[in-house]
């Protein structure tokens, strides 16, 4: 059973920093891709970025592009979203997600398991 448990949310003013993870269990690791999504408050949630088994690749949505870094541990079992120059617009529940196959990086709507989500608020 895949276990992915976010944490490193918090309350933050505009400007700042915040760096989230997610720790996962229940198989290898090194062997998937993982990602981060957001969902504000009455809206759809939305794909953030995402990062290949290795690390080598990286993906990001264009509203976070420059501002946010995904990066892994693969001997820690643990994903990162280092957030810098936050925006009141990042406000949202922030989750961990990892697909259920290996390979590339999955497309926003293949990802199987999904961590409870923790929340990051930005204050202006």
């Known amino acids: 059973q895949v276990q992915l448990v976010e944490s490193g949310g918090g309350l933050v003013q505009a400007g700042g920093s915040l760096r989230l993870s997610c720790a996962a269990s229940?198989?290898?690791?090194?062997?998937?891709?993982m990602g981060w999504f957001r969902q504000a408050p009455g809206k759809e949630r939305e794909f953030v970025a995402a990062?290949?088994?290795?690390?080598?690749?990286?993906y990001y949505a264009d509203s976070v592009k420059g501002r946010f870094t995904i990066s892994r541990d693969n001997a820690k079992n643990t994903v990162y979203l280092q957030m810098n120059s936050l925006k009141p617009e990042d406000t949202a529940v922030y989750y961990c997600?990892?697909?259920?196959?290996?390979?590339?990086?999955?497309?926003?709507?293949?990802?199987?398991?999904w961590g409870q989500g923790t929340q990051v608020t930005v204050s202006s």
């Open positions: 990062i290949s088994w290795s690390g080598g690749n990286t």
């Open positions: 229940g198989r290898t690791f090194s062997s998937y891709a």
């Open positions: 997600a990892a697909p259920s196959w290996s390979g590339r990086i999955p497309l926003p709507y293949e990802y199987d398991y």
